[in-house]
């Protein structure tokens, strides 16, 4: 018996070193808070010697593990470290899921600044050594504001104008009023409205990022990237990714304001699709001296998105339907002659595909856009009974369409040459203005109609070319030109087609000088150039300010602008410091005429803006962060000396981030100066510190709180210095849920 024992247990022992134990395999994706791929991170087997880092999609594999029990440990300089216990076996390996959080999401968002240069519609690299402010989902998630302009305002260097409520829009460096160009996914916006276009109807929830680069942009956009552009970025699909989604709930006390939005994504083989769905309703909002009339707005919105990813190639199509419904313009005569936009209207399509090592090049990428457009603007003018005596109603409608093409090629280890031209049309551009009187008893009694927008028209043509030069490890040298080419007309009141013909050269010379390999020189020289828009050559009626008149002699704006700046990056603090001069010529501006609330368009000989605006940014321990950014600057006419509209004031904002688990706090304190030497159309504030906190609280890895208090201190204050302007809302909570599954 027992010599049959023992030989049992020698065939057992020698069949298992006949056959060796079977070996498994733990694979997976690592990606950030935000869902994004993480590569170069390491994955590690604790106690032992096996490790690997995630490839550029962001994915691993651990291969040759015998059965058993282990801890893996996944580590990135800048992002927290995180094990994770998996069980290995013989059957199929095993895929792992593991997101990881940003040590400091400041931090990390100014490196991208810094090395994901400034480019044509996020696409090429055609970078200008310029200042640049980068807002990932991540921060917008968290402010708690209710539109674009709001989101960027903090921004140094930026600030809003117009008269207040939803509609206003953001300046930079003291530049609007079609000087600064917003861009959706690289779509130019084009609006009919005389401070310029408003990117409000893009859901903050929908966005992936917001770009804010300062500085001359005509060389690479054309017409009207004077002061800068905002390129808002929206959430992709990942050909790859999981099906997954996100409901986030808010509420404003102040503006009683209601928000809703709801985000779904997922793939299928090669494609990838995602839909998002939003709303927002407010009444008029309250400031510290009652409430303002005229401030509410609601709006509706529906984006869906299709991807295709090939190894080298990438297909996108895109929908977006925007619904704006009674919009309110507040003003200081609100209560008698309020205005508002009863309906705004704006459907974006977008068709692009992007190649790689194709035809000689890097890249290659097209795009095909059609955006339709349609805006209402009403006035009412009412007894002191309240019963209406006289209606304006304006309604301006138009198609927008065009193409992008972009390339670009590295040539050998110094040149990275980029190309490209475009084509920005816009056609069927009408407008129709009804006036309508009452009698005491609602009864019309006159009616008029006028038309001075039939069928208007504007083709632009552009080509350009960029080069980026490594003269020395230390030294890059960029410099770009494009040539514009463009025609506007409109049928005049006899039938006869009135046209015009413009063109325009412009072109940048740009550096960075590595002293250290943390601190760096950047300068740039560059000029850039508007067309006068559609509206302010040839439309006469009504606008949410009052009734404008069409100037036909416009002449084109040119401007030159220099930039130089200082960065330094540390491990623990960052700081930045840039000083600027816009010359712009030929600038038009909108002045008062002789009748009430009339304006007029008129060419000055020259206006410049100068300035400087700085940011500092400290992490002293892990989970505390801190902030300080600044600006001040001047605008004048040339000659006259008179202040030009909306430069912003001074202010400086200090700011903190402290986290303790799963809540954090981030406290924000905002000084601006009084504005004692204002523009023509603009009035005399005085300053102000506003007190903003934001709290979070990660309740699961699904679910997340916010709760940001605004204005604690409940000062009374405008958002700009506008003559109609009205208070920014008082003291009050945004409270806001946001659910992934």
Wanted: charged share 20%; with cysteine.
């Amino acid at each position: 018996m027992k010599r049959f024992v023992g030989l049992i247990l020698f065939i057992t022992f020698a069949s298992g070193l006949a056959y060796p134990q079977a070996k498994g395999t733990v694979s997976g994706k690592v990606s950030d808070q935000d869902g994004k791929p993480l590569a170069y991170v390491r994955v590690e087997v604790c106690d032992t010697p096996t490790a690997t880092q995630t490839l550029p999609d962001g994915t691993f594999a651990l291969e040759n593990l015998a059965p058993g029990k282990y801890r893996l440990r996944f580590s990135h300089p800048d992002y927290l470290a995180k094990e994770l216990k998996v069980t290995i076996s013989e059957k199929p390996g095993r895929l792992v899921e593991v997101a990881l959080s940003a040590k400091s999401p400041m931090l990390l968002t100014i490196k991208e600044e810094i090395t994901v240069t400034a480019e044509a519609d996020s696409i090429i690299d055609v970078s200008l050594p310029s200042h640049r402010t980068i807002l990932p989902s991540s921060v917008l998630t968290e402010l708690g504001k209710a539109n674009v302009a709001e989101a960027v305002e903090k921004i140094p260097g930026v600030a809003m104008v117009g008269k207040g409520g939803y509609s206003m829009v953001p300046s930079i460096r003291g530049l609007a009023e079609h000087r600064i160009l917003l861009l959706v996914d690289g779509i130019p916006l084009t609006s009919e409205r005389r401070i310029g276009a408003s990117a409000s109807f893009v859901n903050l929830s929908d966005i992936d990022r917001i770009e804010v680069n300062r500085g001359p942009y005509s060389v690479f956009h054309g017409s009207g990237a004077i002061g800068g552009i905002i390129n808002i970025v929206t959430k992709s699909p990942s050909a790859d990714g999981p099906f997954k989604g996100n409901v986030q709930l808010g509420y404003n006390t102040s503006r009683k304001e209601g928000a809703a939005s709801v985000n779904l994504s997922g793939s299928r083989g090669k494609f990838g699709f995602m839909m998002g769905v939003n709303g927002k309703k407010a009444g008029d909002y309250s400031s510290p001296t009652g409430i303002i009339e005229q401030s509410h707005y609601s709006d509706y919105d529906l984006l869906l998105k299709l991807n295709r990813e090939g190894d080298d190639s990438d297909f996108y199509l895109t929908f977006f339907n925007y619904q704006g419904v009674d919009i309110g313009k507040p003003s200081p005569t609100s209560k008698f002659k309020p205005r508002w936009y009863p309906r705004e209207k704006n459907t974006i399509f977008n068709l692009g595909y992007r190649i790689q090592n194709r035809f000689h090049l890097d890249s290659l990428n097209a795009s095909f856009y059609l955006l339709l457009s349609m805006l209402e603007t009403q006035k009412d003018n009412l007894r002191e009974s309240f019963t209406v005596k006289k209606r304006n109603l304006a309604k301006i409608e138009g198609s927008n369409f065009g193409f992008k093409v972009r390339g670009g090629k590295e040539w050998g280890q110094s040149h990275t040459l980029n190309f490209g031209f475009d084509f920005f049309g816009r056609c069927g551009v009408n407008d129709r203005n009804t006036e309508w009187k009452f009698d005491d008893y609602g009864n019309i009694t006159a009616s008029t109609e006028e038309t001075s927008l039939l069928n208007a028209r504007r083709n632009n043509f552009g080509v350009y070319i960029d080069d980026k030069i490594q003269i020395y490890p230390s030294v890059t040298v960029n410099f770009g030109a494009r040539v514009d080419y463009i025609n506007t007309s409109n049928l005049g009141s006899t039938a006869d087609r009135i046209s015009r013909s413009d063109q325009s050269f412009t072109a940048y010379i740009g550096s960075i000088f590595q002293v250290t390999p943390r601190l760096s020189l950047l300068a740039n020289l560059g000029s850039s150039f508007r067309f006068p828009t559609i509206s302010e050559l040839f439309y006469t009626g009504l606008t949410g300010r009052g009734t404008v008149f069409g100037n036909e002699n416009l002449l084109p704006e040119r401007s030159v602008n220099l930039d130089v700046g200082l960065r330094y990056l540390h491990d623990k603090y960052y700081a930045s410091i840039y000083g600027f001069s816009n010359l712009v010529s030929n600038m038009i501006q909108k002045y008062r005429g002789i009748g009430e609330e009339e304006y007029y368009y008129r060419n000055l000989t020259q206006g410049r803006i100068t300035g400087i605006e700085g940011e500092f940014y400290f992490w002293p321990i892990e989970d505390c962060e801190f902030l300080v950014n600044f600006h001040h600057m001047v605008g004048r006419e040339k000659g006259t000396n008179v202040a030009l509209n909306y430069i912003p004031t001074s202010r400086i904002t200090f700011g903190a981030k402290f986290s303790r688990g799963n809540f954090w706090v981030e406290p924000q304190v905002t000084i601006a100066a009084a504005k004692k030497d204002p523009g023509p159309l603009e009035m005399e504030i005085e300053g102000h510190t506003l007190i903003d906190t934001i709290f979070g609280y990660k309740l699961n890895p699904d679910i997340v709180l916010f709760a940001v208090a605004r204005n604690l201190l409940n000062r009374t204050y405008r958002f700009s210095a506008d003559e109609q302007g009205v208070d920014a809302p008082g003291r009050g909570i945004v409270f806001k849920v946001s659910y992934s599954f």
